[in-house]
């Protein structure tokens, strides 16, 4: 078949598993080129390891540090007509390469949420390799299954307080107009909470430390977005930042508990899967981009997971903000950065939105979430959708 993307919305239904692999191989690239991350970690578990930053902390992980990787993510498989989704395919290259390169790699493809995968992930960590010393949870996911009440929660991404309105860019149709947002309700937000918030990753860690699969010293941590005033009233102070705000409580738990030095480290907007579907980031990260890359501070996913693991979670001195949390949203939050963003943010309009802001690389960043327009790849030869993976 011949695979050309199919964009609906803010989301694409297709993937190119040669341009995938090639993503994977780049980010690898990348961690082999950078010093070994001294003390990093060896035996590593990462939840949510197939896309955007859990597939760049596995990737760190494996190629920074040798590490030995169980991830656990929810993919779709290939068929003879449709093709895999992105991380099905990413997780495949990584797995292929890792592999080649003597490291120990499997993968879990099911709920991450559910007890089922968590007894899995234990039974291959007591198997294959003793005890993990990191558990990454990078979990972003739009619903889910409360594995106690079978009860499904779905979240919203929405303002609390008052209605909110806003500048925002649709990217299906280039047009920029102003979009309204209104409040969530009370259940909307303890909904968004149940899926997004920290109890999970406690339950995870609860399972893994009860089944003595954890090493004294074990690490976890868990990711999250803070942002400045122009994200906040949709992200930071809205219904995400609430679940957000439970990790920090997810985190003191954790670590009380004894199972783990548990942190919540603070990452930089990005395009991913799930960042292009809230309203507002697509405007807001296309000027990031703009202003970052005339900086010179530009970074993706894997040029943050390596400075998460040599400047925060590996290192005797962390930078740490006053709630513990692993800052590495350092360069995106520079007050002159964050000016520069300001001052251009009610200046774009549809005409001049590629000249303002760098949509161009937005678009090109989120094709390429998908393996579409990545170098050498031949988008018009007719290839097979099928990719054989060992995934349990
Ligand atoms: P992503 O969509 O690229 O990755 C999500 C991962 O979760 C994938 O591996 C997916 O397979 C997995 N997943 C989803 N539902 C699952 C389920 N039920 N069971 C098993 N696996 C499941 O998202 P991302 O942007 O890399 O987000 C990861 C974390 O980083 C989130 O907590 C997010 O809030 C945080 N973060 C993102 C940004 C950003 O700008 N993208 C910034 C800071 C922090």
Redo the contacts with the bound molecule.
């Keep these: 078949m011949i695979i050309q993307p199919k964009v609906r919305g803010f989301i694409c239904t297709n993937a190119h598993p040669q341009g995938c692999a090639a993503n994977v191989r780049e980010q690898i690239d990348y961690i082999k080129a950078q010093p070994k991350i001294e003390g990093g970690p060896k035996n590593v578990l990462v939840v949510?390891?197939?896309?955007?930053?859990?597939l760049a902390s596995r990737i760190a992980a494996a190629f920074g540090s040798d590490a030995n990787t169980l991830g656990?993510?929810?993919?779709k498989p290939p068929t003879d007509k449709r093709t895999a989704s992105a991380?099905y395919y990413n997780a495949a290259a990584f797995e292929e390469e890792a592999h080649k390169a003597g490291l120990y790699a499997k993968s879990i493809n099911g709920?991450?949420?559910s007890d089922e995968v968590k007894a899995q992930a234990i039974d291959m960590i007591k198997q294959d390799m003793g005890k993990v010393d990191l558990v990454v949870y990078?979990?972003?996911?739009p619903r889910r299954k409360d594995p106690k009440t079978g009860e499904l929660h779905s979240s919203v991404l929405k303002p609390i307080g008052k209605s909110y309105t806003a500048r925002n860019l649709n990217t299906d149709k280039l047009e920029i107009g102003d979009i309204t947002l209104d409040p969530a309700n009370e259940e909307e937000i303890a909904a968004t909470v149940k899926v997004m918030g920290g109890e999970d990753w406690e339950l995870w860690l609860d399972a893994l430390g009860k089944a003595g699969v954890l090493t004294d010293d074990c690490k976890t941590v868990a990711?999250?977005?803070i942002g400045e005033q122009l994200t906040w009233p949709i992200y930071g102070h809205a219904t995400i930042g609430k679940a957000k705000e439970d990790l920090d409580r997810a985190a003191k738990a954790i670590s009380a508990s004894g199972q783990a030095d548990a942190h919540v480290a603070v990452?930089?907007?990005?395009v991913?899967?799930?960042?292009s579907a809230i309203p507002v980031m697509p405007l807001y990260i296309s000027l990031v981009y703009k202003v970052m890359k005339e900086e010179g501070t530009h970074e993706g996913c894997i040029e943050q997971l390596y400075r998460l693991y040599t400047e925060g979670l590996y290192t005797d001195s962390p930078r740490l903000d006053s709630d513990n949390r692993y800052r590495i949203d350092d360069k995106e939050l520079r007050p002159e950065t964050q000016a520069k963003i300001e001052k251009l943010w009610p200046e774009v309009t549809e005409e001049n939105l590629f000249d303002l802001t760098d949509y161009k690389g937005y678009q090109a960043d989120f094709l390429k979430l998908f393996g579409f327009g990545v170098d050498g790849i031949d988008y018009d030869a007719d290839i097979s959708p099928i990719v054989e993976a060992d995934f349990k």
């Design positions: 949510g390891a197939s896309t955007g930053y859990g656990v993510f929810f993919e991380g709920d991450a949420f990078s979990l972003a996911s990711y999250t977005y990452l930089k907007a990005l991913t899967q799930s960042s």
